[in-house]
């Protein structure tokens, strides 16, 4: 008897410290934007902060952030400083109102990387295209988003953004 209850109790504490694991390795959670190692053509939003939460093929990424004293959002950041994003982990397309854009976006997970390719036009016929990628690191504390974006207007730019799992 008393083999069998240490057997089902050191059988739960694996698959609890497995799942804490992988937990540990996945883009769920908060995250807060590093103030250190940024690189952008533009300055990135102040105080940003993402909570990413991911169920089946959907991933749902609500952001924070101070909002520009002039109250215009940099293209480079389309789809980065809005407060609710969408996203399917299938690479089925998904389409978010982002200001006056329809931004139409396919996301792939592989691994500790997730790829999102998009395009938004503008109501005006303008259309900027753009590529996130998504990195953690290996032990699941730090997230690196990498962003390119052009316009047909001309405009383009690249940042590099650290995050650090709150």
Known sequence: MYKRVLLITLTTLFVAAAASVDGSKSFDGKWMLDKKGNTATVPPPSDLRQNIKAGGDSINIESTFKEPSNGVAPLLYLGIMVTN???????????????????????????????????????????????????????????????KESSTQGQSGTATLNFIRK
């Open 85 to 147: 994003l969408k996203l399917k982990a299938d690479g089925s397309e998904q389409v978010n109102q982002v200001g006056p854009f329809m931004q139409t976006s396919k996301t792939t997970v592989d691994g500790n990387k997730m790829e999102t390719e998009w395009v938004a036009k503008h109501t005006s016929g303008e259309i900027v295209n753009g590529h996130w990628t998504r990195t953690l690191s290996d032990d699941g504390k730090h997230m690196t988003l990498e962003i």
